[in-house]
């Protein structure tokens, strides 16, 4: 069964959270907006659009690339170089939102990502924010941090979503 935002999904689901989108293949976190990711005002944190983005990530390397996580207690640091979101449409608490990831590149250690932020409403699936963010693998050293390669198995579970 697969997992996506901590949700088990059935198999007929699945389909629908990787799959070649318009601009093609991506991977999705269906995340619940909670009261506590809100204003007053009862719209959606800025600032939690960035968050969600960490979160997706963190979920396909748990689901794609697992052994990450072992290279991470060796050294192997996934710094954020970048981020960024704009924003189109306000998202509201108890709304189901899709943050759809896909590769933008890999150019030497450096990953970027992009992000779509999606809710459907009863006009139809609205496109409520856009995101990027660049990656850089490093390794921990003697001298401090020094770019890497991006590690194999990463780099394969990434190419299926470019």
Known sequence: MNVHGGRPMNPSRAADFERNGAAGRFYCYLHTVSFEETNVVGNVYFS????????????????????????????????????????????????????????????????????LYVVRRPQGEISAARGFQEIGCMQETANGLAPCTVPGGLAVALAAYH
Not at 75 to 88: I, K, Q
Request: proline share 1%.
């Open 48 to 115: 939690r659009h960035i968050a969600w983005q960490g979160r997706c990530r963190e979920l396909f390397l748990k689901q794609h690339a697992p052994e990450i996580v072992d290279q991470l207690a060796r050294g192997l640091r996934l710094v954020t170089l970048s981020v960024n979101c704009e924003y189109f449409a306000e998202l509201r608490a108890l709304e189901d939102v899709e943050i759809r990831m896909s590769l933008a590149h890999v150019r030497q250690h450096r990953v970027g990502l992009s992000f």
